[in-house]
Protein backbone atom coordinates (compact mmCIF):
# COMPACT_ATOMS: atom_id res chain seq x y z
CA UNK A 1 0.00 0.00 0.00
CA UNK A 2 1.73 3.24 -0.95
CA UNK A 3 1.74 5.88 2.35
CA UNK A 4 -0.42 8.39 0.78
CA UNK A 5 -3.01 5.98 -1.07
CA UNK A 6 -5.13 8.27 -4.37
CA UNK A 7 -8.55 9.32 -3.06
CA UNK A 8 -11.38 6.89 -4.06
CA UNK A 9 -15.24 7.23 -3.92
CA UNK A 10 -14.74 4.12 -1.56
CA UNK A 11 -12.35 6.49 0.47
CA UNK A 12 -15.23 9.49 0.54
CA UNK A 13 -18.07 7.08 1.03
CA UNK A 14 -16.52 5.74 4.31
CA UNK A 15 -15.47 8.74 5.68
CA UNK A 16 -18.76 10.66 5.29
CA UNK A 17 -20.37 7.47 6.97
CA UNK A 18 -18.09 7.34 10.31
CA UNK A 19 -18.38 10.76 10.58
CA UNK A 20 -22.22 11.56 10.49
CA UNK A 21 -22.19 8.17 12.67
CA UNK A 22 -19.39 10.16 15.39
CA UNK A 23 -21.00 13.05 15.14
CA UNK A 24 -23.98 11.66 16.41
CA UNK A 25 -22.27 9.75 18.95
CA UNK A 26 -20.50 13.47 20.21
CA UNK A 27 -24.27 14.39 20.48
CA UNK A 28 -25.59 12.14 22.42
CA UNK A 29 -22.93 11.70 24.89
CA UNK A 30 -23.04 15.32 25.07
CA UNK A 31 -26.81 15.19 25.86
CA UNK A 32 -26.85 12.77 28.17
CA UNK A 33 -24.40 14.01 30.19
CA UNK A 34 -25.23 17.87 30.13
CA UNK A 35 -29.70 16.47 30.56
CA UNK A 36 -29.51 15.32 34.33
CA UNK A 37 -28.30 17.40 37.13
CA UNK A 38 -26.52 20.07 35.24
CA UNK A 39 -29.59 21.41 32.96
CA UNK A 40 -31.44 20.46 35.82
CA UNK A 41 -29.59 23.32 38.11
CA UNK A 42 -28.92 25.50 35.78
CA UNK A 43 -33.02 25.63 35.36
CA UNK A 44 -33.63 25.97 39.13
CA UNK A 45 -31.13 28.95 38.85
CA UNK A 46 -32.67 30.45 36.16
CA UNK A 47 -36.15 30.01 37.71
CA UNK A 48 -35.47 31.30 40.94
CA UNK A 49 -33.86 34.90 39.41
CA UNK A 50 -29.91 33.52 40.27
CA UNK A 51 -29.04 33.15 36.80
CA UNK A 52 -30.76 35.26 33.83
CA UNK A 53 -31.83 33.67 30.65
CA UNK A 54 -28.67 34.52 28.86
CA UNK A 55 -26.58 33.65 31.85
CA UNK A 56 -28.19 29.84 31.93
CA UNK A 57 -27.45 29.61 28.11
CA UNK A 58 -23.90 31.19 28.91
CA UNK A 59 -22.85 28.47 31.94
CA UNK A 60 -24.58 25.50 29.77
CA UNK A 61 -22.40 26.35 26.82
CA UNK A 62 -19.27 26.88 29.16
CA UNK A 63 -20.17 23.12 30.27
CA UNK A 64 -19.82 21.71 26.57
CA UNK A 65 -15.56 21.67 26.23
CA UNK A 66 -15.30 19.89 29.41
CA UNK A 67 -17.78 16.95 27.92
CA UNK A 68 -16.49 17.35 24.52
CA UNK A 69 -12.65 16.56 25.78
CA UNK A 70 -14.77 12.97 26.85
CA UNK A 71 -16.44 12.67 24.15
CA UNK A 72 -14.64 12.74 20.94
CA UNK A 73 -13.01 9.16 21.69
CA UNK A 74 -15.95 8.10 22.79
CA UNK A 75 -17.80 9.14 19.66
CA UNK A 76 -14.67 8.08 17.35
CA UNK A 77 -15.49 4.36 18.63
CA UNK A 78 -19.12 3.90 18.76
CA UNK A 79 -19.16 5.86 15.17
CA UNK A 80 -16.48 3.73 13.64
CA UNK A 81 -18.28 0.60 15.41
CA UNK A 82 -21.82 1.28 14.32
CA UNK A 83 -20.55 2.42 10.62
CA UNK A 84 -18.36 -0.84 10.09
CA UNK A 85 -21.27 -3.02 11.94
CA UNK A 86 -23.81 -2.00 9.51
CA UNK A 87 -21.33 -2.43 6.29
CA UNK A 88 -20.85 -5.99 7.93
CA UNK A 89 -24.62 -6.81 8.20
CA UNK A 90 -25.26 -5.06 4.20
CA UNK A 91 -22.14 -7.50 2.86
CA UNK A 92 -20.53 -4.47 2.14
CA UNK A 93 -17.81 -5.23 3.93
CA UNK A 94 -17.29 -8.89 1.80
CA UNK A 95 -17.78 -6.56 -1.46
CA UNK A 96 -14.88 -4.22 -0.46
CA UNK A 97 -12.39 -7.41 0.57
CA UNK A 98 -13.60 -9.27 -2.83
CA UNK A 99 -12.06 -6.41 -4.90
CA UNK A 100 -9.11 -6.31 -3.31
CA UNK A 101 -9.27 -4.16 -0.65
CA UNK A 102 -7.19 -5.24 2.37
CA UNK A 103 -8.01 -3.84 5.94
CA UNK A 104 -5.28 -1.19 6.21
CA UNK A 105 -6.92 0.09 3.36
CA UNK A 106 -10.12 -0.15 4.13
CA UNK A 107 -8.93 2.12 7.18
CA UNK A 108 -7.64 4.57 5.53
CA UNK A 109 -10.12 7.06 5.71
CA UNK A 110 -10.96 6.31 9.56
CA UNK A 111 -7.20 7.23 10.63
CA UNK A 112 -7.79 10.46 8.63
CA UNK A 113 -11.19 11.65 10.54
CA UNK A 114 -9.37 10.33 13.71
CA UNK A 115 -6.61 12.46 13.15
CA UNK A 116 -8.82 15.28 12.33
CA UNK A 117 -10.44 14.45 15.66
CA UNK A 118 -7.36 13.79 17.43
CA UNK A 119 -6.04 17.55 16.71
CA UNK A 120 -9.80 19.08 17.87
CA UNK A 121 -9.55 16.95 21.08
CA UNK A 122 -6.21 18.16 21.93
CA UNK A 123 -6.91 22.07 20.87
CA UNK A 124 -10.12 21.95 23.32
CA UNK A 125 -8.42 20.46 26.19
CA UNK A 126 -5.56 22.92 26.04
CA UNK A 127 -7.48 26.33 24.74
CA UNK A 128 -10.97 25.57 25.00
CA UNK A 129 -12.05 24.22 28.47
CA UNK A 130 -9.27 26.30 30.49
CA UNK A 131 -11.33 29.51 28.79
CA UNK A 132 -14.84 27.81 29.17
CA UNK A 133 -13.62 27.46 33.32
CA UNK A 134 -12.72 30.68 33.45
CA UNK A 135 -15.45 32.28 32.24
CA UNK A 136 -18.14 30.29 34.23
CA UNK A 137 -16.18 31.24 37.24
CA UNK A 138 -16.83 34.75 36.29
CA UNK A 139 -20.28 34.64 35.36
CA UNK A 140 -21.01 32.83 38.56
CA UNK A 141 -19.11 35.34 40.46
CA UNK A 142 -16.68 32.49 41.77
CA UNK A 143 -13.48 34.19 43.22
CA UNK A 144 -11.71 31.35 45.22
CA UNK A 145 -10.37 31.74 48.50
CA UNK A 146 -8.09 28.91 50.46
CA UNK A 147 -5.43 28.49 53.11
CA UNK A 148 -2.02 28.19 51.86
CA UNK A 149 1.26 27.60 53.33
CA UNK A 150 4.35 28.71 51.43
CA UNK A 151 7.98 27.37 53.01
CA UNK A 152 11.47 29.06 51.98
CA UNK A 153 14.01 26.86 52.70
CA UNK A 154 17.97 27.41 52.58
CA UNK A 155 20.57 25.26 50.68
CA UNK A 156 20.53 22.67 53.10
CA UNK A 157 17.17 22.25 52.88
CA UNK A 158 15.94 23.63 56.34
CA UNK A 159 13.43 26.03 56.76
CA UNK A 160 14.06 28.87 56.61
CA UNK A 161 10.14 30.94 56.96
CA UNK A 162 7.17 29.78 56.42
CA UNK A 163 4.64 31.46 55.33
CA UNK A 164 0.75 30.65 56.12
CA UNK A 165 -2.08 32.86 54.47
CA UNK A 166 -5.51 31.76 56.18
CA UNK A 167 -7.09 34.11 53.35
CA UNK A 168 -6.36 35.24 49.93
CA UNK A 169 -7.93 36.73 47.12
CA UNK A 170 -6.02 38.28 43.87
CA UNK A 171 -2.74 39.65 45.01
CA UNK A 172 -4.55 40.59 48.67
CA UNK A 173 -4.17 38.61 51.81
CA UNK A 174 -5.53 38.52 55.31
CA UNK A 175 -4.30 36.78 58.31
CA UNK A 176 -0.84 36.32 57.30
CA UNK A 177 1.27 34.32 59.89
CA UNK A 178 5.18 34.43 59.62
CA UNK A 179 7.26 31.82 61.36
CA UNK A 180 10.84 33.20 60.88
CA UNK A 181 12.94 30.37 61.62
CA UNK A 182 16.93 30.77 62.84
CA UNK A 183 19.60 28.80 62.14
CA UNK A 184 19.47 27.09 65.21
CA UNK A 185 18.67 23.80 64.67
CA UNK A 186 17.45 20.55 67.77
CA UNK A 187 17.96 16.80 66.66
CA UNK A 188 14.25 16.92 66.46
CA UNK A 189 13.07 20.72 65.25
CA UNK A 190 13.94 24.00 63.81
CA UNK A 191 14.31 26.94 66.30
CA UNK A 192 12.07 29.85 65.99
CA UNK A 193 13.17 33.22 66.18
CA UNK A 194 10.24 35.42 65.58
CA UNK A 195 6.56 34.87 64.81
CA UNK A 196 4.69 37.95 63.18
CA UNK A 197 1.15 37.62 62.74
CA UNK A 198 -0.36 40.21 59.91
CA UNK A 199 -3.82 41.59 59.32
CA UNK A 200 -3.29 42.64 55.87
CA UNK A 201 -0.73 41.72 53.28
CA UNK A 202 -0.48 42.33 49.64
CA UNK A 203 1.93 41.07 46.51
CA UNK A 204 4.02 43.78 45.56
CA UNK A 205 5.84 42.14 42.12
CA UNK A 206 8.72 42.21 43.83
CA UNK A 207 8.18 41.22 47.59
CA UNK A 208 5.14 40.90 50.04
CA UNK A 209 4.31 43.53 52.29
CA UNK A 210 2.38 42.90 55.57
CA UNK A 211 0.54 45.58 57.61
CA UNK A 212 -0.55 45.93 61.11
CA UNK A 213 1.91 42.90 62.27
CA UNK A 214 2.65 41.55 65.55
CA UNK A 215 5.70 40.18 66.55
CA UNK A 216 6.50 37.57 68.56
CA UNK A 217 10.10 37.11 69.39
CA UNK A 218 11.78 33.92 70.92
CA UNK A 219 15.49 34.02 71.87
CA UNK A 220 17.81 31.28 71.23
CA UNK A 221 16.78 28.86 73.78
CA UNK A 222 13.09 28.52 72.33
CA UNK A 223 11.23 31.59 75.15
CA UNK A 224 9.11 33.67 74.09
CA UNK A 225 10.37 36.86 75.45
CA UNK A 226 8.33 39.51 73.91
CA UNK A 227 5.67 41.00 71.82
CA UNK A 228 5.75 44.21 69.88
CA UNK A 229 4.38 45.69 66.88
CA UNK A 230 5.35 46.91 63.68
CA UNK A 231 3.36 49.01 60.95
CA UNK A 232 4.82 47.07 57.87
CA UNK A 233 6.98 44.55 56.75
CA UNK A 234 8.49 43.14 54.07
CA UNK A 235 8.97 39.61 53.20
CA UNK A 236 10.01 37.30 50.15
CA UNK A 237 11.95 39.18 48.09
CA UNK A 238 12.81 38.98 44.47
CA UNK A 239 12.35 35.80 42.92
CA UNK A 240 11.07 33.99 46.06
CA UNK A 241 8.08 36.57 46.04
CA UNK A 242 7.26 35.45 42.17
CA UNK A 243 7.28 31.91 43.07
CA UNK A 244 5.25 31.92 46.19
CA UNK A 245 2.54 34.32 44.55
CA UNK A 246 1.98 31.78 41.41
CA UNK A 247 2.12 28.70 43.61
CA UNK A 248 -0.45 30.56 46.09
CA UNK A 249 -2.50 31.37 42.58
CA UNK A 250 -2.82 28.03 41.06
CA UNK A 251 -3.35 26.19 44.50
CA UNK A 252 -6.69 27.50 44.13
CA UNK A 253 -7.39 26.13 39.95
CA UNK A 254 -7.85 22.61 39.06
CA UNK A 255 -5.49 21.54 36.49
CA UNK A 256 -8.39 21.58 33.65
CA UNK A 257 -7.93 25.71 34.20
CA UNK A 258 -4.24 25.97 33.03
CA UNK A 259 -3.30 25.66 29.45
CA UNK A 260 -0.74 23.52 28.13
CA UNK A 261 2.12 26.25 28.60
CA UNK A 262 0.88 27.62 32.01
CA UNK A 263 1.17 23.73 33.31
CA UNK A 264 4.68 23.23 32.08
CA UNK A 265 5.29 26.23 34.07
CA UNK A 266 3.87 25.53 36.93
CA UNK A 267 5.61 22.04 36.45
CA UNK A 268 8.64 23.63 36.44
CA UNK A 269 8.07 25.44 39.86
CA UNK A 270 6.71 22.85 41.76
CA UNK A 271 10.28 20.72 41.06
CA UNK A 272 12.34 23.53 41.77
CA UNK A 273 10.27 24.48 45.17
CA UNK A 274 10.32 20.91 45.78
CA UNK A 275 6.74 19.99 45.93
CA UNK A 276 7.27 16.26 44.86
CA UNK A 277 3.68 15.39 45.46
CA UNK A 278 1.91 17.93 42.99
CA UNK A 279 4.92 18.08 40.85
CA UNK A 280 4.17 14.15 39.94
CA UNK A 281 0.37 14.50 39.96
CA UNK A 282 0.98 17.68 37.87
CA UNK A 283 3.54 16.12 35.43
CA UNK A 284 1.26 13.33 35.03
CA UNK A 285 -2.06 15.08 33.91
CA UNK A 286 0.66 17.27 31.55
CA UNK A 287 1.19 13.99 29.60
CA UNK A 288 -2.45 13.03 29.61
CA UNK A 289 -2.85 16.36 27.62
CA UNK A 290 -0.77 14.54 24.59
CA UNK A 291 -1.57 11.45 25.01
CA UNK A 292 -5.44 11.38 26.03
CA UNK A 293 -6.05 13.33 22.32
CA UNK A 294 -3.72 10.28 20.83
CA UNK A 295 -6.87 7.28 21.84
CA UNK A 296 -9.05 9.05 19.89
CA UNK A 297 -6.96 7.29 17.04
CA UNK A 298 -6.73 4.04 19.31
CA UNK A 299 -10.39 3.88 19.54
CA UNK A 300 -10.92 4.67 15.93
CA UNK A 301 -9.10 1.79 15.18
CA UNK A 302 -10.68 -0.60 17.68
CA UNK A 303 -14.45 0.61 16.58
CA UNK A 304 -13.59 -0.82 13.43
CA UNK A 305 -12.19 -3.75 14.39
CA UNK A 306 -15.12 -4.42 16.77
CA UNK A 307 -17.42 -3.47 13.59
CA UNK A 308 -16.10 -6.90 11.44
CA UNK A 309 -17.68 -9.31 12.11
CA UNK A 310 -18.47 -12.38 10.26
CA UNK A 311 -22.53 -13.48 9.13
CA UNK A 312 -23.23 -15.72 11.42
CA UNK A 313 -21.62 -13.54 14.51
CA UNK A 314 -23.14 -11.84 17.83
CA UNK A 315 -22.91 -8.22 17.42
CA UNK A 316 -23.85 -6.73 20.05
CA UNK A 317 -21.07 -8.65 22.02
CA UNK A 318 -19.02 -5.58 19.90
CA UNK A 319 -20.57 -2.99 21.81
CA UNK A 320 -20.73 -4.05 24.89
CA UNK A 321 -16.40 -4.58 24.46
CA UNK A 322 -16.50 -0.66 23.44
CA UNK A 323 -19.27 0.34 26.18
CA UNK A 324 -16.81 -1.23 28.42
CA UNK A 325 -13.77 -0.50 27.40
CA UNK A 326 -14.48 3.33 27.38
CA UNK A 327 -15.93 3.09 31.16
CA UNK A 328 -12.69 1.02 32.06
CA UNK A 329 -10.56 4.07 30.94
CA UNK A 330 -12.17 7.09 32.73
CA UNK A 331 -13.04 4.83 36.08
CA UNK A 332 -9.05 3.89 35.91
CA UNK A 333 -7.77 7.36 35.34
CA UNK A 334 -8.49 8.94 39.05
CA UNK A 335 -6.72 6.23 40.26
CA UNK A 336 -3.39 6.29 37.78
CA UNK A 337 -3.71 9.89 39.20
CA UNK A 338 -3.07 8.71 43.00
CA UNK A 339 -0.31 6.10 41.47
CA UNK A 340 1.44 9.34 40.05
CA UNK A 341 0.99 11.22 43.11
CA UNK A 342 2.51 9.59 45.35
CA UNK A 343 5.21 8.50 43.44
CA UNK A 344 4.03 4.79 43.08
CA UNK A 345 5.02 5.16 39.56
CA UNK A 346 6.70 7.27 36.90
CA UNK A 347 3.89 9.96 36.24
CA UNK A 348 4.85 8.49 32.57
CA UNK A 349 4.18 5.13 32.91
CA UNK A 350 0.82 6.30 34.76
CA UNK A 351 -0.19 8.22 31.74
CA UNK A 352 0.24 6.05 29.01
CA UNK A 353 -0.85 3.06 30.44
CA UNK A 354 -4.29 3.40 29.39
CA UNK A 355 -2.57 3.76 25.69
CA UNK A 356 -0.79 1.34 25.93
CA UNK A 357 -3.32 -1.02 26.88
CA UNK A 358 -5.09 -0.12 24.15
CA UNK A 359 -2.83 -0.89 21.82
CA UNK A 360 -2.01 -4.30 23.21
CA UNK A 361 -6.27 -5.07 22.72
CA UNK A 362 -5.94 -3.63 18.98
CA UNK A 363 -3.36 -6.17 18.64
CA UNK A 364 -5.03 -8.77 20.04
CA UNK A 365 -8.82 -8.40 17.90
CA UNK A 366 -6.33 -7.80 15.05
CA UNK A 367 -5.05 -11.19 15.27
CA UNK A 368 -8.91 -12.44 16.74
CA UNK A 369 -10.49 -11.49 13.33
CA UNK A 370 -7.53 -13.27 10.81
CA UNK A 371 -7.88 -10.25 8.66
Keep these: MKLFPKITIYDRYIFKQVMLATFVAILLFTVVWIAPEMLLNTIKKALSGEYTLKMAFVVLLCETPLILGKAFPVGLLLGSLFTFDKLSKDSELTIFRAVGLSFKRILA ?161 LKKEGMDEEYQYMLNKYFQRFLHPFVCVLLAIMGTLLGFSKPREQRMIGFAIAIASIFVYYITLPFFDLLAEKGVLHPFITAAFPPVAFTACIIAFYKSKDL
Aim: with cysteine.
Design 109 to 269: PVLVLSFLVTGLCFWTCDKLIPKAENMQKTIRGIHPSTQYIYTQKYDSGAPKMAVVVSEFSDSTMHNVIVLDFSDKIYSDVHQLSNIYSAVIGEYKGDYWSLSDIKQYKINRDGIFTAIGHLDNLDILKGESAKNAYTLMTYSTKREREITNSELKNYISL
